[in-house]
């Protein structure tokens, strides 16, 4: 908004005069690159409101029909007989680009595309063949049967088609029997083409092209010849050949998608003349929500042309192409583009035409700005460290979560910030963390079932927990629901993935996106009952342990267990004793990693840990008979205080003399002195020393570090 814009419309937001050109050899087409509710949108809208006014623009939003669909079947269906996602999106700019300027002087007109587009969408090569077909069985998925186009223009159609396939027809009595076409196109044309915005207009400009009754028409005319030099015949000619071609669909379709875009730029160029280049604005296309099948079948040819024509001009003065600004899902992380480097711009000739899409991604949103969103509220410190976690750096999620954060402390009494995603969105009587949800995952059928496997560290537990819910998919089996539900949408390259610091070749958690699994077992843990909660997690945990293990047995429960048992609050009834027996059978690096790894359990049903353990809690197999409980006591108090100041909602220690810092620092000075002064310990390295260090886990915490990042030296975890 401060720079780039500026430098390729050669004005600021709100208008200017022409400013000198800053991209000599070509202006780059730009993608920014981030994931949901990182402010892509947001973006176009500051730049449609910036420009619009001032130049010619056209604004789409992709990211549904007719340019696309999330269904495989969904989108098959947009690619018909006679339009395509493609040719949909260059009616659409088209008309906004020329037909939505309210009478400004920047109208732009279409007389190279707009007759290739009504010609590929209105004509019929059919219709001279179809007599026969229909007698005996109509084309009931044909969109232009007879029993729906009248009289005239099946007559007009059947004489258009014998002309044109005569080799050398008479130019006039041609330019008769296409006109006599599209007067008969023009009265039906809206019910041929629902909902294909600006066909009059397109209709006029395709008209002063076939029968080249004006100057832009015999441009136009004159281009078509050019560029269809590859086909037989005239300019018209070639244009009614483009439509058998269209219809063959695979790589034929996309060499015509391919001329229309062309058509598109070569026309928006030819609207300014030599000092119109020089003095006027270009115009401005903003593209939102471009998936792959639209890279692969509009951005990157289009980038292809751009590349070429502003390659072709180079040494022939300025050529004229719009502003381009496209939006995709991805990793906002990503370094750009190459495309800043000097090559591009000094000898664009020597470099291929991907350098002209410069992609740059959107940053995570940092502190500073999630402190200006809340302003000058009386917030508890910790608030902007929680929006950060909960957000996952995504700047609309921050601003709704400030939203809702700020109109509660508007609000007396104290301010709850565990509860901050069950605050109401404002205006809203809906929970921040449930809006949260619907917008990182708008699919319903999507989100629930992401919802039923939250809480699984590995894909077989999710499938696990899929073969176990009754209201999952029926017929299809959970792995491969499950491997779907990964490739389609949990390892989409736009998530925040942060898998944890385990040491394994499969990533953990299933979910490595650390914001959004902390929602979806927020949404899990809230929205059922107990019962069900500590089931998932049972279910869970039973997957990482071979037959029955008693509790008694804890050496042969997996740490992935642990975890699970944690969620469930068995944290003295087993958790405790089976670190206490590690503890004594593990290397102080080993021991400090499985912690790590437990504590980042999220709440149990009934909240985390009591101070101290009930009076009947079981005895530790672990513990020596008569002697002091002080290493038991120091494991229970460093893994409860640990897993209370992981999760999600919870405040950073203020200052090392907080009371849990000082409670972790305790227990590991207590672990670290029983393992330094015990002779029948295993000698290996302390790690107990470096995590009560400088730069060990007082450092970590009191930095908003949480379990399971917490630093452990030595450790291959």
């Known amino acids: 908004m401060d720079t780039l814009a500026p430098a390729l419309l050669g004005m600021p937001p709100g208008g200017g005069p022409w400013g000198k050109r800053t991209f000599p050899a070509g202006e780059p087409v730009v993608e920014i690159v981030g994931g949901r509710a990182t402010g892509k949108t947001a973006l176009l809208d500051a730049l449609y409101d910036g420009y619009h006014a001032s130049v010619p623009t056209a604004r789409v939003d992709l990211g549904e029909a007719p340019y696309s669909a999330d269904d495989p079947g969904d989108r098959a269906r947009l690619d018909t007989a006679n339009a395509s996602p493609v040719t949909n999106l260059l009616f659409t700019v088209s008309h906004q680009l020329g037909y ?25 090569p059919e219709s001279r063949d179809r007599d026969a077909r229909d007698r005996d069985a109509p084309h009931r998925d044909s969109p232009h049967r007879d029993d729906v186009a009248p009289a005239d223009l099946v007559a007009a159609e059947e004489e258009l088609g014998d002309i044109l396939a005569q080799r050398n027809p008479d130019p006039q009595a041609r330019k008769v029997v296409v006109g006599r076409w599209l007067n008969a196109l023009g009265g039906v044309v809206a019910g041929l083409l629902p909902g294909v915005p600006g066909l009059q207009e397109v209709l006029s400009a395709a008209t002063d092209t076939l029968l080249a009754r004006s100057d832009d028409g015999r441009d136009g005319s004159s281009w078509w010849r050019s560029h269809l030099d590859r086909i037989d015949g005239d300019a018209v000619q070639r244009l009614f050949a483009l439509v058998r071609k269209f219809r063959r669909g695979g790589a034929a379709r996309a060499e015509v998608e391919a001329d229309l875009i ?35 079948r509009f951005l990157d040819p289009f980038v292809d042309r751009y590349a070429r024509d502003s390659g072709g001009w180079r040494g022939r003065g300025r050529i004229m192409l719009p502003v381009v600004f496209a939006t995709s899902l991805g990793d906002g992380s990503a370094p750009p583009s190459l495309t800043t480097d000097a090559p591009p711009w000094t000898k664009p000739e020597r470099c291929p035409p991907r350098v002209w899409l410069l992609r740059l991604g959107i940053p995570k949103v940092d502190d500073t700005e999630i402190r200006s969103m809340l302003g000058d509220a009386a917030y508890p410190p910790s608030l902007p460290d929680v929006i950060a976690r909960l957000s996952g750096g995504r700047t609309g999620d921050a601003l709704l979560l400030a939203g809702a954060a700020t109109a509660r402390l508007d609000e ?18 809906e929970p921040v963390g449930a809006r949260l949800l619907e917008r990182l995952l708008p699919e319903a059928d999507i989100r629930e079932e992401v919802l039923r496997i939250a809480p699984a560290l590995d894909a077989e537990a999710a499938a696990r927990l899929l073969r176990a819910d009754r209201a999952a998919l029926p017929g299809i089996s959970p792995e491969l629901r499950v491997r779907r539900l990964r490739d389609a949408t949990l390892e989409r390259p736009h998530w925040d993935h942060r898998p944890w610091p385990t040491g394994h070749s499969e990533r953990t958690p299933l979910i490595t996106d650390r914001a959004l699994r902390a929602l979806l077992l927020h949404r899990l843990r809230t929205g059922a009952d107990e019962a069900r909660w500590t089931g998932l997690h049972a279910l869970s945990a039973a997957r990482y342990n071979d037959g029955d293990v008693r509790s008694d047995e ?13 969620a469930q609050g068995r944290i003295d009834t087993l958790v405790v004793r089976a670190m206490h027996y590690r503890y004594l059978h593990r290397t102080p690096a080993e021991w400090l990693g499985d912690l790590n790894l437990i504590a980042a359990a999220p709440p149990a049903w009934a909240g985390f840990a009591p101070g101290d353990p009930p009076d009947d809690a079981p005895g530790c197999a672990s513990c020596e008979p008569g002697a002091d409980q002080r290493v038991h006591a120091a494991i229970r108090l460093l893994l409860a205080t640990v897993w209370r ?10 200052s090392y003399r907080d009371a849990d810092l000082v409670h972790v620092r305790t227990a590991l000075e207590a672990l670290c002195s029983d393992y330094g002064n015990s002779p029948r310990r295993q000698r290996a390295y302390n790690a107990y020393v470096d995590a009560i260090a400088d730069g060990g886990w007082i450092d970590a915490l009191v930095s908003g570090v949480q379990a399971p990042d917490l630093p452990v030296k030595g450790s291959s975890r």
């Open 262 to 296: 062309a058509a598109l730029l070569a026309d928006i160029n030819g609207a300014y003349g030599p000092w119109k280049r020089r003095t006027q604005h270009p115009p401005l296309i903003l593209l939102d929500n471009v998936d792959e099948a639209l890279r692969e």
């Open 412 to 429: 007396p009494g104290p301010f709850p910030l565990d509860r901050l995603l069950s605050l109401a969105v404002p205006g809203s009587a």
């Open 645 to 654: 100041l992981s999760a999600p909602l919870s405040a950073v220690p203020p």
């Open 100 to 124: 939505e300027r309210d009478g400004s002087k920047h109208t732009l007109t279409f007389p190279r595309l707009a007759p290739a587009l009504l010609v590929i969408s209105a004509w019929r």
């Open 554 to 566: 804890s050496d042969r429960h997996d740490r992935r267990y642990l975890h699970h048992a944690l």
